[in-house]
């Protein structure tokens, strides 16, 4: 039955799509008409139902209400409605948003509960959501109803919206080591995030290139580490920035500080930290992963990450756990003695196994739960029961749908990336191919696939910057949004390519310097100001 | 002493913000004269000649001295000041104090190839006039000296005629904003005039114009489906007297509007499907004699719009269908070699053009919208343009190329990080000296000059991991 409701609902709304409606992500259920109400921008206003949880005060509500009117009429000044004066039916002056549960300063979580429903018809205009955050997820629907006519009049049809993700972890994931990426560039980043409903910031920190993340417990690993400690970093104080700009608009920050690989640019700052490559007997010069041998290792990893715990509000660490070239630890006497010592043989993912469940057992100790990428399960690290998986390899050492089934049928909760690495670009319309993703599209019970909490589109930055981050970042990831919010049987691409076309000139609108999907034209082409 | 001319007083204005507009020093004014300052850069332009339109045969050589005597700009013409000028700007460098320093420098310094081009299509999607002029700025921080303009295709007619404005009317994708009236194409050639810059118009016939035929009714092919008319529509109809006239009319006015003595007139992918469907034109291959053969369809209505144009007393430039079709065309018509593999690879077929006795512009291996991840700047540097069997006189047929920038998914949103810096990569290789091969050293300069682009405000994309002083931001 829900089935079939469905099909018709997409099909009554796909005839209007192609007209004024831009929706994307699709929701999970909607009815719509051709009946339509005018909005007069001086008058309109976003008003708390008075039984709502959530009152004026609360901040997350009441800026997305400032920003929603700035997105919707632009800064238009707002003037109280006439007292005298005919109610026209036909008219909306509001959209009055009831709140169920309270809690106004708490951060999202992966627990949040995100549904929403839209009702507007003659009697009402009403956003009704369980938390803030879900109302915050209908206040952008709400955005994406309102059309104008060539006139100039706002207007939104009668519309009937049942709305809530299909998965809870819907992510994007920055390099902010290999390019340097302005504040302004992340900020801006989570604006269009929050248009398309994505809910966590997956903050890839620091890596081989730089270390932008200015640490208070080791300030030379930003000193030294950084590509200049001037002006390419983030201070403690753009740190916060961020996560309360991301928390305002319901999205988490889940930072990434990767480890034992990926680490080069520790070593200036921590001399020692890093496993000194040998060339025979002697050190070549060069270095390799993080030393495991080590205890002075572990103290810093602890002061480290008690620093890490505290500066990220979310439950969730990522640390990281890829790609550990094993031949530096090789070559080198100290980390050889050291597997004789712990009885690994000749095999280092054992060695890696020693440092990285050190690592877990320290971070669990500081009540954080953890994220890593799939090597930390291949290599068979023992992990914690609730440890999320992140997949990410395409075809080794496995295609990553059959990584998906053994995460899942080990138990562990899984992150889809493999098909979604935005960073590889290629000629022509490949957001189908990252729409066309079947996340549970793998062998498992239901079971197992309900521990596929969601996925993230990344975008790596060997080759990107500020200068071509927007572009390449959108509207291309938001075929990955859709997927990880709206119905599974979303599937058909005509229907896709019209809705996100149309979104693509809204956020042109918006002045999201996203790049065409194909020929074709906006109303308002880009210019830069 | 020679006045300074306009262009040259523009082209100072035109400099990047952070060079001195040079202050002469007043007679009689005490104060020792320092060796180690340069306060003014001297121009000696040989040819005069400021108000002509640059053209394939214009000279470009220059020299420059720096050194405890001068601080000397030498030229032919004007446009080999303005070579000089972008040299002198890039030689000029910042302490980390703020003293701006030139190093002694002696240059000597010519294009390997006269024909340099950038192509930008602005049918697929609609370009702000702002996207073209700020593309000729950062063309001549490269030396690029041709803009082909793709103006029209398929999807849209941006270009406003007033001898048929219903092209324009019914054939852009909307007339009130997206188009370029007579004074934008004017704003366009006479900025690129000020930089050096040909523009070399393309109004491709007889494919690729679907939005030609809202606007004119009866001038493309409809096709048949059986017996009857399908509803659409396929390449220009070369069998009607109608069609000639038109383009006549036309091309009269493409003629007068753009001053370069080349036009590109296309002719690449035409679909033969749609004549062959038409009975009209079955009936006129029959009176012609042609057979079976499209391509001598297609060469008939080419040789005639060739002669049309030639009227007019233009050169043209066409895609390599013309002459892979055997199209008969004057001897100093230019081909465009675009075409990767087919009908055989583009080194193959800058021999069959060369030896044909034709001139040759290189395109294939330089088609920048065809993006893929990674440094690809490196593959498109190392296309030597003379890698292939001939004679030194067929290669000295070899007159450039062009990077084509193709719009079905680009427009101003993502322009400028995906021209630039790897459209530099063509630009050097078309300017430089055939040995320069070594990609380290050239990673090392394009990477700077990247920066550099940076600073002068261009959203240039990064060539590999790594910091600018100075990141973009959008202010």
Redesign the interface.
């Known amino acids: 039955m829900a089935g079939s409701a469905l099909w018709f609902s997409l099909l009554l709304a796909a005839a209007f799509a192609g007209r004024a409606t831009a929706l994307w992500p699709w929701p999970q259920y909607i009815q719509t008409s051709e009946q339509r109400y005018t909005i007069f921008p001086y008058t309109f206003q976003f008003q708390y139902h008075v039984s709502s949880a959530a009152q004026v005060g609360c901040s997350v509500l009441d800026e997305a209400f400032q920003r929603y009117r700035d997105l919707l009429f632009g800064s238009v000044s707002f003037h109280f409605p006439q007292p005298m004066g005919k109610r026209h039916m036909s008219e909306k002056n509001s959209l009055v948003i009831l709140v169920v549960t309270p809690g106004c300063d708490q951060f999202p979580s992966l627990e949040s509960v995100e549904n929403y429903t839209l009702t507007v018809n003659d009697e009402q205009c009403f956003l009704l959501s369980e938390t803030v955050w879900g109302a915050l997820r209908g206040l952008e629907t709400f955005s994406q109803l309102v059309w104008r006519s060539p006139e100039g009049t706002f207007y939104i049809n009668k519309t009937e919206i049942e709305d809530f993700p299909r998965f809870p972890h819907r992510g994007l994931l920055l390099d902010t080591s ?5 504040l ?2 992340i900020l801006d980043t989570l604006d269009v995030m929050a248009y398309n409903k994505f809910n966590v910031f997956h903050w890839h920190l620091v890596d081989d ?2 270390f932008p993340y200015e640490s208070f417990t080791f300030p030379n690993l930003t000193k030294k580490g950084s ?2 400690p001037a ?2 970093i983030y201070t403690a104080q753009d740190v916060k920035k961020v996560i309360e700009y991301a928390r305002l608009r319901g999205i988490r920050v889940l930072a990434e500080f990767d480890t034992p690989g990926h680490t080069l640019s520790w070593g200036p700052g921590v001399p020692g930290l890093l496993t000194p490559c040998y060339s025979g007997s002697h050190p070549s010069g060069t270095f390799g992963p993080v030393n495991p041998a080590l205890n002075n290792t572990y103290e810093f990893m602890s002061t480290f990450f008690l620093e890490i715990s505290s500066v990220f509000p979310d439950f969730y660490l990522h640390l990281g756990g890829d790609e550990v070239d094993f031949t530096c630890w090789k070559s080198n006497p100290d980390i050889q003695a050291f597997m004789k010592k712990k009885g690994f043989g000749e095999d280092f993912k054992k060695l890696e196994s020693f440092y990285i469940q050190t690592l877990l057992d320290i971070v669990s100790a500081y009540g954080k739960g953890y994220v890593v990428w799939q090597e930390v399960f291949d290599n068979k690290v023992k992990v914690q029961p609730d440890t999320v998986i992140q997949i990410w390899r395409e075809e080794m050492p496995v295609r990553y749908t059959k990584e998906m089934e053994l995460v899942t049928s080990a138990g562990f909760r899984a992150l889809l990336s493999a098909p979604w690495y935005l ?7 490949d957001w189908k191919n990252i729409y066309m993703v079947e996340p549970l599209a793998f062998e498992g019970s239901p079971e197992q696939k309900a521990l596929v909490i969601g996925g993230e589109a990344c975008m790596w ?8 981050l ?3 970042l959108w509207p291309r990831a938001g075929a990955v949004a859709e997927r990880l919010w709206s119905n599974k049987m979303l599937t058909n691409l005509d229907f896709a390519y019209k809705r996100l076309a149309h979104f693509r000139c809204e956020l ?1 609108r918006r002045g999201v ?9 906006c ?7």
């Open positions: 290999r390019h340097y990426l302005p302004a560039s290139s730089s590509y200049n002006t390419h960073n590889h670009i290629t000629y022509g319309p930055g060997e080759y990107v910057d500020s200068t071509n927007v572009p390449r042109l310097q996203a790049q065409p999907l194909s020929v074709g034209y109303d308002v082409e880009f210019e830069q100001t």
